[in-house]
């Protein structure tokens, strides 16, 4: 199976991400400078989440471990986040990505995540390499977009991202199916945090 954790955001969240992608005010400036030709894959409101480590295929021992470890209390304080502004990855050239990212308590979700890498790396997980950044995406291009519409992209994702506080007090760990009309997410297990 293949499986990620995540960080899940309230339905009103998401419903209010979901409304503002199914505007089109994103794509409407794609569309306006370069044609069709660049089209944007968008996140189905229902697969919208913080992901916390993606762990690709996993057998089903190992899974058991995993959520073994996972199980063990979390002492790890719950914060509070809220989504604040765009993230276009990678962050120069152009652009494959699109995101939000978060202010607030982020020193909580950092040391979350440390928590999780720490956790997984215990029953044979690999680290991940790069910095984090916690964000939620909003939409892949299907072609990467050029880097001079990086500027308005952030503006008009930051005008409508929902300003709600978003706590975190667990983590969900996720199994993805593949399929031609998009994937599929499905919560195997919730593991709350301990700390409040």
């Known amino acids: ?9 309230p339905d009103p969240v998401r419903a209010h991400v979901g409304e503002f992608l199914d505007g089109r005010t994103i794509e409407t400036i794609v569309v306006e400078r370069w044609g069709d030709d660049y089209p944007i894959k968008f996140t189905r ?13 996993v057998e089903e021992a190992r899974a058991e471990e995993l959520r073994a470890t996972l199980g063990e209390p979390i002492e790890v304080p719950r ?3 809220c989504m604040s502004h765009a993230e276009l990855f990678p962050p120069r050239g152009t652009i494959h990505v699109l995101a939000a990212g978060f202010e607030g308590e982020l ?15 215990a029953v044979g997980f690999e680290r991940e390499g790069r910095a984090y950044r916690p964000h939620v995406t909003l939409g892949r291009a299907k072609r990467p977009l ?3 519409l990086r500027h308005r992209l952030s503006e008009r994702i930051e005008l409508g991202l929902p300003r709600t506080p978003i706590e975190v007090t667990a983590i969900s760990v ?3 199916r593949l399929r031609p009309e998009g994937p599929l997410y499905t919560r195997l297990a919730e593991f709350p945090l301990n700390c409040a």
């Open 146 to 148: 050029p880097g001079t």
């Open 174 to 176: 996720f199994e993805s």
């Open 79 to 81: 914060g509070t986040i």
């Open 45 to 57: 409101v229902e697969n919208l989440h913080v992901t916390l480590k993606f762990l690709g295929e």
């Open 107 to 121: 020193e909580k979700v950092e040391l979350l995540h440390r928590e999780v890498e720490a956790r997984c790396e």
């Open 1 to 9: 199976m293949r499986l990620f954790l995540a960080i899940e955001l």
